[in-house]
């Protein structure tokens, strides 16, 4: 059965950093590459960074242009865990965080996690 499990959201003031964890169970995490995606209330989800997988080098890429400089996706293969850390933290930056596999079969590609809530507030 496959599972995202993402953690690490709270509440934050403007300039500070959080670190966003995604633990992966139910299929071979280190053979697919992962993203992190965010949604505002009211708004379609937007994708965010991400990482290839142990085949791909682990590259990175990132989408968002505010968080370019800021933000920086990782993977552990060991503990089937992808990270998103978010420094210089802006109220804007406040949403709901998702990981997700980035491609594959559908059965991986369609699931969701719960995500993890960032309130960026002072």
């Known amino acids: 059965q496959v599972q995202l499990v993402e953690s690490g959201g709270g509440l934050v003031q403007p300039g500070g950093s959080l670190r966003l964890s995604c633990v992966a169970s139910?299929?071979?995490?280190?053979?697919?590459?992962m993203t992190w995606y965010r949604q505002t209330s009211g708004k379609a989800r937007e994708l965010v960074a991400e990482?290839?997988?142990?085949?791909?080098?682990?590259?990175?890429?990132y989408y968002l242009d505010s968080g370019k400089g800021r933000f920086t996706i990782s993977r552990d293969n060991a503990k089937n865990t992808v990270y998103l850390n978010m420094n210089s933290l802006k109220a804007e930056d406040t949403a709901v965080y998702y990981c997700?596999?980035?491609?594959?079969?559908?059965?991986?590609?369609?699931?969701w996690g719960q995500g993890t809530q960032v309130t960026v507030s002072s």
């Open positions: 997700k596999v980035r491609r594959g079969p559908d059965y991986l590609v369609n699931y």
């Open positions: 990482i290839g997988s142990v085949h791909e080098g682990s590259s990175t890429h």
């Open positions: 139910g299929f071979p995490f280190k053979d697919y590459p």
